[in-house]
């Protein structure tokens, strides 16, 4: 029997960063405020517009597993550390299996002390 999943407070969120020591960075600061449960790194190849001209370039993409409550804070630390002027910053509701989702909101809920 598939798991159905819960309708959990889970978030994705997608952003890239310029290589992957800043991903890496990014993701353990994430990580280590507790804004983000999980962080999946990918190397990517982005073509885009920028300013007027076609570009592109290798990126990594971090797709950040985080709780509705830390989305607003999230985002802040996002546009706080990113190193892009322009930050991709794209995030969609999810449904997960309820031990998953449970795991989720543990490992964001804030620290007392």
């Known amino acids: 029997m598939v798991d159905r999943g819960s309708s959990s407070t889970l978030v ?3 952003t890239t960063e310029a290589n992957a020591n ?5 993701a353990n600061e994430l990580l280590a405020r507790r804004l983000a ?3 999946s790194l990918q190397q990517i190849q982005s073509h885009y517009c920028w300013q007027g001209k076609l570009e592109r370039a290798q990126e990594v ?3 950040i597993k985080t ?3 830390q989305l607003d ?18 995030y969609w509701s999810a449904t997960a299996s309820d031990p998953y989702a449970a795991w989720v909101a543990a490992a964001v809920e804030p620290v007392e002390g």
């Open 67 to 69: 709780s509705q409550d």
């Open 61 to 63: 993409q971090l797709l």
């Open 12 to 14: 994705l969120v997608l």
């Open 22 to 26: 800043l991903a890496e960075g990014l």
């Open 73 to 90: 804070a999230l985002h802040q630390t996002i546009k706080e550390l990113h190193s892009y002027e322009t930050p991709e910053w794209i």
């Open 37 to 39: 449960a999980c962080v």
